[in-house]
């Protein structure tokens, strides 16, 4: 069999690059004008900075542009003609609206479900099924020493933030996030989740919700809308709250 030559001396984040078109980033940025109000740094240039700092395990925007201004001679494999200033970048985490990130990733996931091995759970009739879990991350705790609540039973306080997701098992892709502050339950989580008719999720005792298992159980809850329109309607209830 002939081997593909597409990927010969590229770079693996240009490979992945070239699997997100520009296209899908032109549509996602037109969507929400995320160009015309900060063009110092385009919509494309930011999610290969950003990109970036994710596959080489940057902690912190420094040593992202460090080290793509180390790599700065190199850079033109990923279509960048240098290294975007840390205060520009910066500026662009603050001002650009995360929606268009989230709508390109919604875009690749639609774009690449059929092609996402599923061969872990080859063989079984289970389909839709679903797993919820979260995670919580500490923000400064040698620093911030008195945020978040008082324990009652004296353990240690709960500062920071919990992310709760919703996972495909087939897959293993995220298809619907939520961010909320650590103390937050995670069975409220359950409130903002629509499951196709016939799901099966699987998830702990802290989910524990019967009033919403009965509300999944009556036909008319089961009418999904796509995981994007979900994920912005529930971004906006919590911004109105």
């Known amino acids: 069999m002939d081997k593909s030559k597409k990927f010969v001396g590229q770079p693996i984040l240009s490979q992945i690059l070239s699997c997100i078109s520009t296209n899908i980033i032109r549509q996602s940025s037109k969507k929400h004008n995320s160009n015309r109000y900060y063009k110092r740094i385009p919509a494309r240039v930011h999610l290969v900075s950003l990109l970036y700092g994710v596959f080489s395990y940057c ?133 903002h989740i629509k499951l196709p008719a016939n799901s099966f999720i699987v998830f702990d005792k802290g989910y524990n919700l019967y009033s919403q298992f009965a509300k999944w159980n009556k036909p008319e809850s089961l009418v999904c809308d796509s995981y994007e329109e979900q994920c912005r309607l529930s971004c906006n209830k919590s911004h109105q709250r």
């Open 59 to 191: 902690n912190g925007l420094r040593e992202l542009c460090e080290g793509m201004l180390a790599c700065e001679g190199k850079l033109s494999h990923l279509g960048l003609d240098k290294a975007p200033p840390r205060s520009t970048l910066s500026d662009a985490n603050n001002r650009r609206s995360y929606l268009v990130f989230e709508t390109i990733y919604f875009k690749l996931l639609k774009q690449y479900h059929s092609f996402i091995s599923d061969s872990r759970l080859k063989g079984l009739s289970i389909r839709n099924l679903k797993i919820i879990d979260s995670t919580t991350i500490r923000l400064f705790s040698d620093i911030l020493r008195g945020v978040g609540r008082n324990p009652l039973d004296g353990s240690r306080k709960k500062g920071g933030i919990k992310v709760h997701a919703l996972m495909d098992a087939f897959s293993g892709v995220t298809e619907f996030l939520r961010i909320t502050a650590a103390k937050e339950h995670d069975r409220k989580f359950l409130y």
